[in-house]
């Protein structure tokens, strides 16, 4: 991920750490814990949202021209866990209070069907221009840049038929190791038939805080070994609520004339997630909860938090297309492309 630009004191302050300054960085912890806003307003705080992303990133891709090293400095692990803490406070407020359903499989379809949020794939069904695609896809673009990677973490804390299946559903995200079927490499294909730079992360310093809570969320899941089985819900609800938005975005494309190499991501959603849906429910969130009855509530947490931080970003974009504005911290008129 290139170095993004800070956004406030707390950002500003990693980003001098990340970049040779280190001074004060024992007391980073302290800062961060002083003046922490609460529920919502600590998930769409910019600062706190882009630090978080850059202290998780340097567990997965990395950034340009910061040492490995970083990774796991103590300072910024304690950092982290500060900021982790008010954000799982956030995520129960988020989802409410969660209880071992009776019917695991029920209770995660329930979430799946729920449909709380604006109507924004019917909007770019029928009614988005070119731009709205463009400013949507750039929203997801950090996230599908590396499609599958943080769910792929739970196979190691997994064993038995819930591996295996999670493992199959994996398969097809990498596209079953073929590079040019992999799902990270269509979007990028659709990146490019749009205009916009494909090259990984390139957009971070205008992906606002109201998309970046929900890629933050998936990492905290991912890096924890303690939160495997809200991963695994996470990763239900993706796989529960893609098939029938992907149809509706590939008929947008369509309507705007783009052809079916552009429109192939979507495409293969449609197909794939109807699927990998009965696979990841039945096969591994199903398995889990058989073998440890303690998994159940866990499961549901983590579907409930990927539907809620998902409504959170795309209220964000339906409120600013309502009033004309830009989605985005600035328009991509204004981006290096």
Not at 42 to 49: P, R, S, T, V
Not at 232 to 249: F, N, Q, W
Not at 276 to 305: C, F, K, M, W, Y
Request: net charge negative; with cysteine; charged share 25%.
């Amino acid at each position: 991920m290139p170095l993004p630009a800070p956004r406030g004191p707390l950002s500003c302050a990693v980003v001098s750490a990340l970049t040779g300054d280190a001074v004060g960085l024992d007391r980073l912890r302290d800062r961060a814990a002083a003046d922490l806003p609460t529920g919502k307003d600590f998930l769409l705080d910019e600062d706190i949202a882009i630090t978080m992303t850059m202290l998780y990133e340097l567990h997965l891709r990395g950034i340009v021209g910061v040492s490995d090293d970083w990774e796991w400095n103590a300072d910024l692990l304690a950092t982290r866990a500060v900021l982790e803490g008010r954000f799982l406070e956030a995520v129960d407020d988020l989802v409410g209070m969660v209880e071992r359903p009776d019917d695991l499989e029920e209770a995660l379809w329930a979430v799946g069907n729920a449909d709380d949020g604006p109507p924004l794939a019917s909007f770019m069904a029928r009614t988005a221009e070119c731009d709205h695609f463009r400013e949507l896809i750039v929203h997801r673009s950090f996230h599908q840049l590396r499609e599958a990677d943080v769910h792929t973490m739970a196979i190691p804390r997994l064993h038995g038929a819930a591996k295996a299946g999670l493992v199959e559903v994996q398969m097809d995200e990498y596209g079953g190791g073929f590079i040019e079927r992999m799902h990270a490499t269509l979007y990028a294909r659709m990146m490019r038939a749009l205009g916009l730079n494909s090259a990984y992360a390139h957009y971070i310093d205008v992906i606002p805080a109201s998309t970046l809570a929900g890629v933050n969320a998936l990492s905290l899941f991912g890096v924890h070994r303690s939160l495997r089985y809200e991963l695994i819900g996470h990763l239900c609800a993706v796989e529960m609520t893609s098939a029938l938005p992907s149809r509706k975005y590939s008929r947008g494309l369509a309507r705007l004339g783009f052809g079916a190499d552009a429109r192939l991501f979507f495409d293969e959603h449609v197909e794939a997630d109807s699927v990998h849906e009965q696979l990841v429910v039945r096969e591994v969130a199903g398995r889990l909860a058989a073998e440890d009855p303690t998994a159940g509530a866990s499961l549901i947490r983590g579907a409930r938090a990927c539907a809620a931080f998902d409504a959170l970003a795309a209220e964000h974009v339906w409120h600013c297309w309502e009033s004309s504005e830009t989605s985005l911290l600035r328009p991509l008129e204004g981006v290096t492309s």
